[in-house]
């Protein structure tokens, strides 16, 4: 890179074609602002106890998931490498296609996304709820 290029690009040139990535601020950030009243905070906590149950619930479906696919993984490294006749290389094929087809399973990725958006929302909710306590020098547990 010339001098004049880093120069431009430290000027705030953007290169042509270049696509900037969007920022996506997830909806809560928003949502749930910093905590003003008593009410706000009930609010606050009765979605937290709602989605909590949802989200512990979808947690432990992923994890005993990906547990089993870690397990599968370990099991799949220890396969031969080199198949000794065709029968056992096509049931090699098809146990790989089978799991990889189960990992991108479009149906426990959304959960997946689902549980990771829900750990998110509850820990924002959570710290709103613990700073308007701190503010209010409550010593209330989440």
């Not at 290169?15 to 910093?34: N, R, S």
């Not at 049931?91 to 479009?106: G, T």
Request: hydrophobic share 30%.
């Amino acid at each position: 890179m010339t001098d004049q290029e880093k120069k431009s690009l430290l000027n705030g040139h953007i290169p042509a074609g270049h696509i900037p990535k969007p920022i996506v601020m997830p909806d809560y950030l928003a949502k749930y602002p910093v905590i003003q009243t008593n009410e706000m905070r009930d609010r606050y906590k009765a979605v937290f106890n709602d989605q909590f149950a949802e989200y512990k619930e979808l947690s432990m479906e992923v994890n005993a998931v990906l547990k089993k696919f870690d397990e599968l993984d370990t099991l799949l490294k220890q396969l031969p490498h080199h198949p000794e006749s065709i029968y056992e290389q096509e049931r090699i094929s098809k146990v790989l296609q089978e799991y990889k087809k189960k990992k991108n399973d479009p149906a426990f990725l959304e959960k997946k996304e689902r549980c990771e958006y829900l750990k998110n929302k509850l820990s924002h909710i959570k710290q709103r709820i613990q700073d308007y306590d701190k503010v209010m020098n409550w010593n209330v547990e989440t």
